[in-house]
């Protein structure tokens, strides 16, 4: 840590040594030599002030250092431009680096980022792609890109989402049910997200359409598939075509979205009209009934199915009617998989038949569907859903809900071309929004 015998006598040269190499990289930039002075002047009271021993007062040092507003904080420097709303900063090299390590690995710059920071190499897009694709075979990046694609199924819990370790299910309905089942869900997303972003061209085809799936025995069994004898052993398997189509059709989304007895078509339902083609649906109004149907709501002349009882609470109440004419058509698609993910033809609780067919509500593809199959083919062709894939990826990066109609151009049209999701990234970091920042102003 510190470079040098700490046991011994106060070594001044040794705390300046370390001061300024780990300052660099606690500060992710070059430290000034005022900060240095600062951090002596703290280490010389520890040491001839207080009369701690050497080792003690480093650690005085590092705990400092490790409480300074420019560690706990990314701050982003540059170069001021003129601008008539305000200030556009033309990012520094330091602050690049930051952007593009906690965009593609969520942590700090290496040391090949600093070096590449120090040489100017990041002032232009060509220097920064040329990171993109070293960082891109990192496995800090596969770590990440795994993080970006569950964050956009909402699996990771945020706000009142779940977590998919905690979508619990009640065991009279689901006796397979149990954490160890979650966490096989788990493992298929990221070995599905591995697979579809590293084959290069259109991951995200393939992450809306691949029938294959990676699993243990518990998780073939709850796909109705051949697999491996045991839970501790996995293999790669192939999906039924009528039943399955890429990750909205897997159970780890389908869990988060439902509730603990049943499945929920307007949460599955809000989600693919916000998530995935970017509809602003607004909040619910405060007196919305948002207790879970549950089984056993019965109409007195007998049972109904989860979609009928949806249809009783949302359709016939005047103030609901607006946005539940566009989310339950949508959501009534994936009515054949239930809160545990699992495809059946007939509900469980009222013994009817399920009825899949509805309709995507909104969008270049929207129209009557019979299934969440067919939607996700559907969604494969949507230049909206591309565009909506791209801004929600481009927000993450940019911490931010919008961005310049440049930003727009280069990023959003070239995915929606290609839906290359490794380009996509490349084309972030290119664009003037990562590269530029405005201080004040309008946006």
Known sequence: MFGCDTAGEPDDACAESFIRRFGTRTFRRPITDSEVDALLSVYESAAYGEQLSFADSLDVVLSTMLQSPSFVYVFEDGAPLDDAQGVVLELDGYTLASRLSYFLWNTMPDDALFDAAEAGELSTPAGLEHQVERMLESP????????????????????LRLVLEEAIKEPDLYPEFSPALLAAMRVEVNALVDRALSSGESGFDELLMSREAYVNASLAELYGVQGPAD?????????????????????????VHAGQRVQSPIARGVYVLEEVMCADLGEPPPTANDTPIEPGMDDPEGPLTVRELVEVRTMDNPTCVACHALINPTGYLFEHYD????????E?????????????????????????????????????????????????????????????????TAFVETGDVRA?????????????????GEE
């Open 339 to 346: 809160a545990l993910g699992r495809w059946r033809a007939t």
């Open 231 to 255: 839970d501790d052993s996995w293999a790669w398997v192939t999906l039924p075509s009528e039943e399955r189509a890429g990750i909205l059709t897997r159970g780890a989304f389908l869990a």
């Open 348 to 412: 469980v609780h009222s013994g009817l038949r399920v009825d899949a067919e509805g309709e995507l509500t909104l969008g270049d593809v929207s129209g009557p569907m019979a299934d969440a199959v067919k939607l996700s083919e559907s969604l494969v062709d949507s230049g909206d859903a591309r565009a909506c894939f791209a801004k929600r990826w481009a927000q993450t990066a940019l911490d931010a809900e919008t961005f310049d109609s440049c930003t727009e151009e280069e990023v959003v």
């Open 424 to 440: 996509l990234l490349a084309g972030i970091v290119r664009s003037p929004a990562f590269r530029y920042a405005r201080v004040g």
């Open 140 to 159: 800090r990046a596969q770590d990440r890109l795994r993080s970006l694609v569950t964050k956009w199924l909402h699996i990771d819990g945020a706000g």
